[in-house]
């Protein structure tokens, strides 16, 4: 995907917009798909997105583990985003 294709999807998706950073409301989950060699890469437990130029950094919370994946947006293949309790 193109960087506008990303902003595009984020924003019909219904994730928070500040500048180039995307954030889920509460009660949304989010799962992003990086397409690295032949299998896709999932990121879940999604809290942050930031699309600024041709790069994607991702940044997920997992309990007390913040981990960041950074690719180019290019690799950006699906945004999963779901209803969570």
Do not use: C
Request: hydrophobic share 45%.
């Amino acid at each position: 995907m193109t960087r506008e294709q990303i902003v595009d999807l984020l924003v019909r998706l219904g994730l928070t917009r500040d500048g180039d950073v995307f954030s889920p409301p509460a009660g949304l989950g989010v799962v992003v798909y990086l397409g690295v060699d032949r299998e896709p890469l999932v990121v879940d437990h999604v809290t942050r997105i930031e699309a600024a130029a041709n790069l994607v950094i991702v940044t997920a919370q997992r309990r007390d583990r913040v981990e960041k994946f950074g690719a180019g947006a290019e690799s950006v293949r699906a945004v999963h985003v779901f209803t969570s309790k």
